[in-house]
């Protein structure tokens, strides 16, 4: 406990005072009632007084005073969290730290007092944020803007001329660097404050100024004399040594007004003329960055001691009141004590009634984690851009089981700009997600809490909670990765042992099917052997029947072969042609049982020869037949034996080849290289 006017306490210091009053008035009090009453009467006459009630009713007179006292030194116990806007001003300060900077015209040197001057101004500034910018030959930001004073001191505080090793003044990088530092934005609340001798030789500050007309607003302070001075450097030997140029004359730095007043007026500036220092910066101040009008920088979030003055002012009330219900007189003293037992009782209620509520962080150390959440979540809800609002409201929602809103609650949280507040985030964000994933054995989780883990660490390096967690995490990923490696061995092992199942039951499946094949095939191949078989003995059959009818037409022809010989020639000549026929036409039977016979596959058992018979009336071929009807008689022979083969002759091969002859000449092939490309070539240059 706390207390916000300590120097209340001091008043106990009267009541040792009050107390020698107190006993000195009752010694007092006994001596003059034994000096007016006799002893004897002393008991009638103030008997019915009661010394110990009226002691009783001083002390708690004292104590009620004493409560008072209390809380008016304003007792605090614990605290809540605060926010307030913020509004200011962004001001650059760039300072000089050329060679020249070293001249000693402004005692201790140019650059010291610049720097003293520089201390002087951020002392001045109120809610402003405050950068530092250094520049000779080059600039580069040395701090940036920020609302950390101390910060800005410290860089101030490094300043030298060995800082930037390109010589020169460059006033016009200096206001480029601040243009960037500054950003995008309004120009109302924008200043730089230059810092320099102005000696600028090989640049052009007044028209890097003029652009900027506007934007920023540019006030010169001039660091220097007009008469200038050597600028010293530490000598070879030991001594001290001056800049010389190039014929070897010494250089003396002058101060150029003239230039830095153009630079600071073409913005809508001024220039002051560094002196005293104070002087200067309070004229800045005043009359420059005063009249420039303010932007919220940001929210600030203050912790604000809870008063607890309530409870002892209750306390000194209800002690002043029950002391002024106690009586002296033994006689009512019951009915005396009821009613201040009464009032007293009633003071309490009141004082009950009146007491404060307790805080959120009062129910979060109490353990009250869910009321501690909505009372945070109320804050939250009421200052959406507070990022310590935010963060207070997950950590309760994280104790009270509530990961998700306790995401959300540090997902609002991280955009923060405290880079300690930020890494607190990223750890109580990295433990939710790992509450989540460990739960679920979720691998994507658990990485996404490894990483704000790893972010937690990068902001605060030598956390030894986020580091734990860390390899905790790490292990458990491993854990999970080795399970996964066994448990896809496991699938491909179930899956190899089914894919073997499954070749096995199609194998047997095409082995049953390739032997109801086989069997089909081989009952078909019986079917046909069967029908060639039965084919061969109708052949047979049919050839013993031919021969049995030639034999009886050379009977006959032998019994008539007197009559014949009387016909005339032409007769004989047609019986002739007609035996001729017969005879090819049984060599065609012949042959047409021969290729049945091989198409069988089967060597037919050789038929019992018979002996031949010499018919009587054997015909001869007539010596006089023309060769023609010969070859006419052959090819019809042979039309026949190739109808029945079911193939072409020679005069259907001839007779088809006449037909295509001249289909080239009507057919016109196109050659591919002698078609033409539509339209012109695009060439690809």
Same mark, same amino acid.
């Not at 900027?212 to 001290?240: C, E, M, Q, W, Y």
């Not at 003239?258 to 630079?263: A, G, Q, V």
């Not at 501690?372 to 979540?377: E, K, T």
């Not at 061969?536 to 009977?555: F, H, I, M, V």
């Given at each position: 406990?706390?207390?916000?006017?300590?120097?209340?306490?001091?008043?106990?210091?009267?009541?040792?005072? !009050?107390?020698?009053?107190?006993?000195?008035?009752?010694?007092?009090?006994?001596?003059?009632?034994?000096?007016?009453?006799?002893?004897?009467?002393?008991?009638?006459?103030?008997?019915?007084?009661?010394?110990?009630?009226?002691?009783?009713?001083?002390?708690?007179?004292?104590?009620?005073?004493?409560?008072?006292?209390?809380?008016?030194?304003?007792?605090?116990?614990?605290?809540?969290?605060?926010?307030?806007?913020?509004?200011?001003?962004?001001?650059?300060?760039?300072?000089?730290?050329?060679?020249?900077?070293?001249?000693?015209?402004?005692?201790?040197?140019?650059?010291?007092?610049?720097?003293?001057?520089?201390?002087?101004?951020?002392?001045?500034?109120?809610?402003?944020?405050?950068?530092?910018?250094?520049?000779?030959?080059?600039?580069?930001?040395?701090?940036?803007?920020?609302?950390?004073?101390?910060?800005?001191?410290?860089?101030?505080?490094?300043?030298?001329?060995?800082?930037?090793?390109?010589?020169?003044?460059?006033?016009?990088?200096?206001?480029?660097?601040?243009?960037?530092?500054?950003?995008?934005?309004?120009?109302?609340?924008?200043?730089?404050?230059?810092?320099?001798?102005?000696?600028?030789?090989?640049?052009?500050?007044?028209?890097?100024?003029?652009?900027?007309?506007?934007?920023?607003?540019?006030?010169?302070?001039?660091?220097?004399?007009?008469?200038?001075?050597?600028?010293?450097?530490?000598?070879?030997?030991?001594?001290?040594?001056?800049?010389?140029?190039?014929?070897?004359?010494?250089?003396?730095?002058?101060?150029?007004?003239?230039?830095?007043?153009?630079?600071?007026?073409?913005?809508?500036?001024?220039?002051?003329?560094?002196?005293?220092?104070?002087?200067?910066?309070?004229?800045?101040?005043?009359?420059?960055?005063?009249?420039?009008?303010?932007?919220?920088?940001?929210?600030?979030?203050?912790?604000?001691?809870?008063?607890?003055?309530?409870?002892?002012? !209750?306390?000194?009330?209800?002690?002043?009141?029950?002391?002024?219900?106690?009586?002296?007189?033994?006689?009512?003293?019951?009915?005396?004590?009821?009613?201040?037992?009464?009032?007293?009782?009633?003071?309490?209620?009141?004082?009950? !009634?009146?007491?404060?509520? @307790?805080?959120?962080?009062?129910?979060?150390?109490?353990?009250?984690?869910?009321?501690?959440?909505?009372?945070?979540?109320?804050?939250?809800?009421?200052?959406?851009?507070?990022?310590?609002?935010?963060?207070?409201?997950?950590?309760?929602?994280?104790?009270?089981?509530?990961?998700?809103?306790?995401?959300?609650?540090?997902?609002?949280?991280?955009?923060? @700009?405290?880079?300690?507040?930020?890494?607190?985030?990223?750890?109580?964000?990295?433990?939710?997600?790992?509450?989540?994933?460990?739960?679920?054995?979720?691998?994507?989780?658990? @990485?996404?809490?490894?990483?704000?883990?790893?972010?937690?660490?990068?902001?605060?390096?030598?956390?030894?909670?986020?580091?734990?967690?860390?390899?905790?995490?790490?292990?458990?990923?491993?854990?999970?990765?080795?399970?996964?490696?066994?448990?896809?061995?496991?699938?491909?092992?179930?899956?190899?042992?089914?894919?073997?199942?499954?070749?096995?039951?199609?194998?047997?499946?095409?082995?049953?099917?390739?032997?109801?094949?086989?069997?089909?095939?081989?009952?078909?191949?019986?079917?046909?052997?069967?029908?060639?078989?039965?084919?061969?003995?109708?052949?047979?059959?049919?050839?013993?029947?031919?021969?049995?009818?030639?034999?009886?037409?050379?009977?006959?022809?032998?019994?008539?072969?007197?009559?014949?010989?009387?016909?005339?020639?032409?007769?004989?000549?047609?019986?002739?042609?007609?035996?001729?026929?017969?005879?090819?036409?049984?060599?065609?039977?012949?042959?047409?049982?021969?290729?049945?016979?091989?198409?069988?596959?089967?060597?037919?058992?050789?038929?019992?020869?018979?002996?031949?018979?010499?018919?009587?009336?054997?015909?001869?071929?007539?010596?006089?037949?023309?060769?023609?009807?010969?070859?006419?008689?052959?090819?019809?022979?042979?039309?026949?034996?190739?109808?029945?083969?079911?193939?072409?002759?020679?005069?259907?091969?001839?007779?088809?080849?006449?037909?295509?002859?001249?289909?080239?000449?009507?057919?016109?092939?196109?050659?591919?290289?002698?078609?033409?490309?539509?339209?012109?070539?695009?060439?690809?240059?």
């Amino acid at each position: 406990m706390t207390f916000g006017q300590p120097l209340w306490f001091w008043a106990f210091a009267l009541f040792p005072i !009050a107390l020698a009053l107190f006993f000195r008035n009752e010694a007092l009090r006994a001596k003059l009632l034994r000096q007016l009453v006799a002893a004897r009467l002393a008991d009638r006459l103030a008997g019915t007084v009661s010394v110990g009630k009226r002691r009783a009713r001083f002390a708690l007179l004292l104590l009620g005073m004493g409560a008072i006292i209390v809380s008016l030194a304003q007792p605090r116990a614990g605290d809540t969290w605060e926010q307030s806007k913020r509004k200011g001003r962004d001001v650059l300060i760039a300072i000089d730290v050329s060679k020249s900077m070293l001249a000693t015209d402004l005692t201790p040197s140019r650059l010291t007092r610049a720097k003293f001057a520089a201390q002087d101004l951020i002392s001045q500034l109120g809610g402003d944020r405050v950068g530092l910018i250094a520049f000779a030959g080059g600039a580069f930001s040395q701090a940036p803007l920020t609302a950390d004073y101390g910060a800005v001191l410290n860089s101030l505080n490094e300043l030298d001329t060995d800082i930037i090793p390109l010589g020169g003044t460059n006033i016009a990088e200096a206001i480029r660097v601040a243009n960037d530092a500054f950003g995008k934005g309004e120009s109302e609340h924008r200043a730089l404050i230059v810092f320099t001798d102005g000696e600028e030789i090989d640049f052009d500050g007044i028209k890097a100024a003029e652009k900027l007309n506007g934007v920023v607003k540019i006030f010169g302070v001039g660091v220097g004399t007009a008469d200038g001075s050597l600028i010293p450097l530490p000598g070879k030997s030991g001594g001290t040594d001056f800049v010389r140029d190039d014929n070897d004359q010494f250089v003396k730095s002058r101060l150029d007004e003239t230039r830095l007043r153009k630079i600071a007026e073409s913005t809508g500036g001024f220039y002051v003329h560094l002196q005293s220092g104070p002087a200067e910066m309070t004229q800045i101040v005043r009359d420059g960055l005063g009249k420039m009008s303010e932007k919220e920088i940001d929210e600030k979030m203050s912790r604000k001691p809870i008063e607890r003055y309530q409870w002892p002012l !209750a306390a000194g009330l209800v002690l002043l009141a029950f002391s002024m219900l106690i009586g002296e007189r033994r006689r009512g003293a019951g009915i005396a004590g009821s009613r201040a037992t009464a009032a007293l009782a009633m003071l309490l209620a009141f004082a009950t !009634a009146g007491a404060a509520a @307790e805080s959120p962080l009062d129910l979060y150390s109490q353990g009250k984690y869910d009321e501690a959440q909505r009372a945070w979540q109320q804050l939250a809800e009421k200052n959406p851009k507070s990022d310590v609002f935010a963060f207070n409201w997950g950590a309760a929602a994280y104790k009270n089981k509530d990961l998700d809103t306790a995401l959300k609650a540090f997902g609002q949280a991280l955009t923060t @700009e405290d880079a300690g507040l930020r890494a607190k985030t990223e750890y109580n964000l990295g433990n939710t997600l790992f509450q989540k994933g460990a739960a679920k054995m979720d691998r994507k989780t658990l @990485e996404d809490a490894l990483a704000h883990y790893v972010q937690a660490l990068h902001l605060a390096p030598h956390d030894p909670n986020a580091e734990h967690n860390k390899k905790v995490t790490e292990e458990l990923l491993e854990k999970l990765k080795q399970q996964q490696q066994q448990q896809q061995k496991q699938d491909q092992k179930k899956q190899d042992q089914k894919d073997q199942q499954q070749q096995k039951q199609d194998q047997q499946k095409n082995d049953s099917k390739d032997q109801q094949d086989q069997k089909k095939e081989q009952q078909k191949n019986d079917q046909q052997d069967a029908q060639k078989q039965q084919s061969a003995q109708q052949k047979e059959q049919s050839k013993a029947d031919k021969d049995q009818q030639q034999q009886q037409q050379s009977q006959g022809a032998g019994e008539k072969k007197d009559e014949q010989q009387s016909k005339p020639q032409d007769s004989k000549q047609s019986e002739s042609q007609q035996g001729e026929k017969k005879e090819q036409q049984q060599q065609q039977d012949g042959q047409k049982e021969a290729k049945n016979d091989g198409a069988q596959g089967e060597k037919p058992e050789p038929a019992q020869e018979q002996p031949e018979k010499k018919l009587s009336g054997e015909l001869k071929a007539n010596p006089s037949q023309p060769q023609e009807q010969k070859d006419a008689q052959e090819e019809a022979a042979a039309e026949q034996l190739a109808a029945i083969e079911g193939k072409m002759t020679e005069r259907q091969a001839k007779a088809l080849l006449d037909s295509l002859k001249g289909e080239d000449d009507r057919v016109r092939l196109v050659d591919p290289n002698e078609r033409k490309h539509a339209g012109r070539v695009l060439h690809d240059w």
